[in-house]
């Protein structure tokens, strides 16, 4: 088992309260652009009033994580995350924050997590903020 595989069998099997972290975990049930085929992604959830954002940051690297690249070919997918003190299925719609809208959103996402800051300085690239819209199919 790798880590990623680690951490999500600790999220679903501690609701969120042993894993590095905690209730933000979210897991995303992306779409392989190229493969078609689901793959977990655990990533940083950040709730807001529309759902949750998550930040394609890559620890500051210089190009951008695959789930990325899923999440724009399908923007429709689900998640699981932490709801109501219970790990929960939501389906979602992706939908990437605009450039005129990108520092206002990445700048909330530092002053809840600092670390995302630091990305910014590893990378020349505009790191990507999603918004995870929950969805009624």
């Known amino acids: 088992m790798g880590w990623n595989d680690d951490v999500i069998e600790q999220f679903r099997s501690s609701k969120g309260t042993e894993n590095h972290w905690g209730p933000k975990l979210?897991?995303?049930?992306?779409?392989?652009?190229?493969?078609?085929?689901?793959?977990?992604?655990?990533?940083?959830?950040?709730?807001?009033?529309n759902g949750w954002r998550v930040v394609a940051s890559k620890g500051g690297t210089p190009e951008n994580p695959a789930w990325y690249h899923n999440l724009l070919a399908n923007p429709s997918f689900d998640i699981e995350a932490l709801?109501?003190?219970?790990?929960?299925?939501?389906?979602?719609?992706?939908?990437?924050?605009?450039?005129?809208q990108w520092h206002e959103?990445?700048?909330?996402?530092?002053a809840e997590e600092s670390q995302f800051g630091g990305y910014l300085e590893k990378t020349d690239r505009r790191i990507p903020v999603l918004q995870l819209t929950p969805r009624t199919d």
């Open 26 to 49: 979210i897991i995303l049930h992306s779409i392989g652009a190229k493969s078609g085929r689901t793959h977990l992604n655990p990533v940083v959830g950040f709730r807001n009033e």
């Open 83 to 100: 709801v109501d003190g219970d790990v929960v299925t939501v389906p979602v719609t992706a939908t990437e924050i605009p450039a005129d």
């Open 105 to 110: 959103a990445y700048s909330a996402i530092v």
